[in-house]
C-alpha cells in the first residue's frame, strides 16, 4: 500500500520558517511533489523532486525562498520553507507520481493528508 505522510506543519509569524516533512511508505515513484491549497482556492503546485538524479522545480511565487531535498535511505522528501509570508497559509499535500517532474496536479496519483501551515503578518 502506498502512502504518503505530512508532517511539520504550524503556526508561524511572518518571516519565519518551517521544514515540512513528507514520509512515503510502499511502493516508491520517480517523482515527489508538494502542493498546497488555500481556502477558496484550487490547488496549486510548490516544487517537485525527482529521486533518482534530484532534479528539482519550483513554483514561481515560492522560488528562492523555498527549498526541496529528499532522503534516499528514508524515503522522505523535504520542504524547507523560508522568508514565510501570510499569503503561504495553505494546507500542504505531498504526492507521487511516475515518470516525469510535472506540476500538474492531475498527474500525481498518491496523495497524503495535508499538513496546515498558518503564517501571521
Known amino acids: 500500500q502506498v502512502q504518503q505522510v505530512e508532517s511539520g506543519g504550524g503556526l508561524v509569524q511572518a518571516g519565519g520558517s518551517l521544514r515540512l516533512s513528507c514520509a512515503a511508505s510502499g511502493r516508491r515513484f520517480d517523482v515527489m511533489g508538494w502542493f498546497r491549497q488555500a481556502p477558496g482556492a484550487e490547488r496549486e503546485f510548490v516544487s517537485g523532486?525527482?529521486?533518482?538524479?534530484?532534479?528539482?522545480s519550483y513554483g514561481d511565487s515560492v522560488k528562492g525562498r523555498f527549498t526541496i531535498s529528499r532522503d534516499y535511505a528514508k524515503n522522505t522528501a523535504y520542504l524547507q520553507m523560508n522568508s514565510l509570508k501570510p499569503e503561504d497559509t495553505a494546507l500542504y499535500y505531498c504526492?507521487?507520481?511516475?515518470?516525469?517532474?510535472?506540476?500538474?496536479?492531475?498527474?500525481?496519483?498518491?496523495w497524503g493528508q495535508g499538513t496546515q501551515v498558518t503564517v501571521s503578518s
Open positions: 504526492a507521487a507520481r511516475p515518470g516525469i517532474l510535472s506540476r500538474s496536479t492531475d498527474e500525481y496519483n498518491y
Open positions: 523532486i525527482k529521486w533518482i538524479g534530484g532534479s528539482t
